[in-house]
């Protein structure tokens, strides 16, 4: 079934003009309510990896649907399968031995009904094979060793699952169970968890007959054996050839079937965004859309919604899911404490604020929550937040759909880093701290960015932005080298740190920085250095903390910008930051990833540097500026008639816990400018959570507004003329 656009917001109670269905920046999106709708959902997860669907089945359909009408969803997932199939299925999948009735026919008529979409959760290969079980066809579909041995996960808790081989026959399995779920079910929309080669044992190669017969195919020779030394040619290519003419291929298949048979969105499951030789972030053209499921800070959300947006693919996300329990003291962390009680407090109003303030779609985590308890789900304050952050964005539907982002730099996200750097310095589960560390650097300056992954990189998507800044990007290919380079011939600006482009994109080390002539540097060791206590020592004589890793380097043809200081052997180490103008254009390196720093300390020193750094370039384009307040962050959104800026204030009690539950203190007094675009005037300012009206006088161009309280989320609405 087709909604139309008008149909969809007239069912939800809205009557729009048409000027305003014009304006609309979803306009352009295509045919079909369906793709439309999924772009800002308010659905309810009904997940099947624990109670009330497994162990025991305890799921009934009239209660999960009253539960997600008291919620204010506007849909409901449906776990087609889990480690079994929650219908009658001729797939051959296994189906849950108390199933009776058919349960996902009952919940999607009553969705119906209710006025709800219906999501369908398929996994693809999600492990679901119990190790237990007696199933003779489970030794064929397993993925195996080197020694034949199957391997195995554990997953939730409650047992030990098989994993298993997309290139076995439970490829052909799973599309007859994707297939059924598409033919014989009205689902709105398709979401798949995966594709999956494994999950404990992801990174094993696996040795089953089908793979040595596929590899021997193609390639002339067996599956490599990981028990040896490795050649990096043999790393690169088999992790190619599973990532794209195994995993990707099935999704891409998946894919077209559906386009083929009755076509609906396919959305599909990209949480490993950055996991090392994860192929899932390089699926993301092949689907609709994406979710990025939990982030454990709201600070990392906003990077993940914002690096969603530079796909120009939907984005979900969970609200909800990192208000798990931290089980520290458990021996086993896979047993997760409890997914069948409301735990949640305060922080669920940041998560849903912080999603809400990224314009993306949002996915409650998740029924089991509600579903034993004694009372509905507004009883508990889990219930009254999920309420709180759904009515929100249904009040404020066509505001939050008409807006997008307008970053002025774009962030390289090393991807290709995480998968292939193997540097004797480089720490892979802190590489992020470098991406994350530009985006809160330039987001404490009041400078909007957007992350992007490096594969993506084109000349089109690095036109979108001012400048770019290359976080420790450290491998880029040649192709990309060429690209930035131009880019900055072209009047762009570049800021790159530490060891970019030292290695190519499969992290071969150059003897030079693939950058060096654009730079203006010759790199000396590919290796950097660590001593305790250096400094930058700027002209003026002032000395501030240098990140205590930097990368040895001479200028050449750059302009020294600051050395760096020893000063525990009273030495002067060389150039550390380089600036030099190129055309119009203009590059600064800095040999250290003093970001990262920024993103461990939140030192108040580097804040204002970093951003002195910058701001010549990107200032004049600037679109508002907010007096620096601990905790909170600032998220720029426009459309053609309205700015809205958003006030995201993580002020809450959680220490070095994660994960524990938190409550929050209101920020009075926030101070922000917002910069009226050319051309034009303000028809109205005000509050969209307190509904209070600012004054409107402009100064010089700039409206300058005083917030008086911002508990958790505010955002200035100003209405253009
Ligand atoms: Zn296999």
């Not at 996991?275 to 053209?285: K, V």
């Not at 600006?493 to 203006?520: D, I, Q």
């Not at 040895?552 to 600051?562: D, K, L, N």
Request: hydrophobic fraction near 35%; charge should be neutral; proline fraction near 6%.
């Amino acid at each position: 079934m087709n909604w139309s656009r008008r149909e969809l917001l007239q069912s939800a109670g809205f009557l729009i003009a048409g000027s305003e269905l014009a304006s609309s920046a979803d306009a352009q999106t295509q045919a079909g309510g369906a793709y439309e709708w999924i772009r800002n959902t308010r659905t309810l997860i009904a997940e099947a990896y624990n109670p009330p669907f497994y162990p025991s089945l305890d799921y009934e359909p009239s209660k999960a649907v009253k539960i997600a009408r008291e919620l204010n969803a506007d849909s409901m997932r449906y776990p087609a399968a889990s480690y079994y199939a929650y219908f009658p299925t001729k797939s051959g999948y296994p189906v849950h031995p108390e199933l009776k009735a058919d349960i996902m026919r009952q919940t999607v008529d009553q969705c119906r009904a209710a006025g709800l979409k219906a999501v369908a959760y398929v996994p693809l290969n999600h492990p679901f094979m119990h190790a237990a079980s007696k199933d003779p066809r489970f030794a064929g579909w397993n993925k195996k060793f080197a020694d034949g041995r199957p391997m195995t996960t554990e997953h939730y808790g409650y047992a030990e699952y098989f994993e298993g081989c997309l290139n076995s026959p439970v490829r052909d399995m799973i599309k007859s169970l994707v297939r059924e779920v598409l033919v014989e079910y009205p689902f709105d929309v398709m979401y798949f968890d995966g594709p999956y080669q494994g999950m404990q044992n992801a990174k094993n190669y696996c040795h089953c007959t089908y793979c040595e017969a596929a590899y021997q195919k193609k390639f002339g020779k067996p599956v490599p054996n990981q028990d040896a030394k490795l050649s990096r040619e043999d790393e690169v290519q088999y992790t190619s050839w599973m990532a794209n003419d195994v995993a990707i291929a099935f999704l891409r298949e998946i894919r077209e079937m559906i386009r083929q048979t009755r076509d609906v969105p396919v959305l599909f499951n990209d949480t490993s965004l950055l996991s090392r030789r994860e192929w899932r972030n390089r699926a993301i053209p092949v689907v609709d859309g994406f979710m990025f499921e939990a982030a454990e800070t709201p600070e990392d959300k906003l990077f993940n919604m914002q690096l969603g947006q530079s796909t120009g693919k939907v984005t979900w996300t969970y609200v909800g899911t990192h208000t798990q329990y931290n089980r520290e003291h458990l021996k086993d962390d896979r047993v997760r404490g409890w997914y069948s009680y409301p735990v949640e407090s305060q922080e669920l109003l940041l998560d849903g604020a912080t999603a809400l303030a990224s314009g993306v779609g949002l996915v409650y985590w998740g029924l089991p929550r509600f579903f034993y308890q004694p009372e509905g789900p507004l009883a508990y304050d889990s219930g009254k937040y999920v309420k709180e952050i759904f009515d929100f964005q249904q009040k404020h539907d066509i505001l939050l759909r008409s807006v997008r982002s307008r970053p002025q730099a774009g962030i390289i996200v090393g991807a290709q880093t995480v998968d292939w750097y193997a540097g004797k310095h480089f720490v892979g589960k802190a590489y992020e701290n470098a991406a994350h560390g530009a985006y809160q650097v330039l987001k404490a300056n009041g400078l909007e960015s957007e992350p992007f992954l490096d594969w993506q990189m084109s000349p089109e998507l690095l036109a979108r932005y001012q400048m770019i800044y290359a976080p420790n990007a450290v491998c880029l290919s040649d192709r990309q080298c060429a690209m930035l380079s131009e880019y900055v011939g072209g009047g762009g600006r570049l800021v790159a740190t530490h060891l970019t482009s030292v290695a190519n994109e499969y992290g071969k080390v150059r003897k030079n920085f693939g950058l060096a002539e654009l730079l203006g540097v010759e790199l000396l060791e590919p290796e950097p250095v660590e001593i305790p206590d250096l400094y930058l020592k700027l002209p003026g004589g002032e000395e501030i903390p240098q990140d205590p890793q930097i990368v040895r380097f001479r200028a050449a043809g750059g302009e020294v910008i600051a050395d760096t200081l020893d000063r525990g052997h009273r030495a002067n180490l060389g150039p550390a930051i380089v600036k030099r103008t190129v055309g119009k254009g203009g590059v600064i390196y800095i040999g250290s990833s003093l970001e990262a720093v920024y993103e461990e300390t939140r030192m108040k020193r580097l804040r204002t540097f970093l951003g002195s750094l910058v701001e010549p370039w990107l200032a004049p384009g600037r679109s508002y500026q907010i007096e620096y307040r601990s905790g909170v962050t600032p998220h720029f959104m426009a459309s053609r008639d309205v700015v809205l800026l958003h006030l995201l204030a993580d002020t809450g009690n959680k220490n070095k816990h994660l994960r524990s539950r938190e409550e929050f203190l209101p920020v009075p007094d926030v101070k922000v400018r917002i910069r009226v675009p050319q051309g034009r005037s303000i028809r109205s300012a005000s509050l969209l959570r307190s509904g209070q009206n600012m004054a409107t006088t402009v100064r010089d161009g700039w409206l300058d507004v005083t917030v008086p309280r911002v508990f958790i989320h505010e955002a200035v609405r100003v209405d253009l003329a």
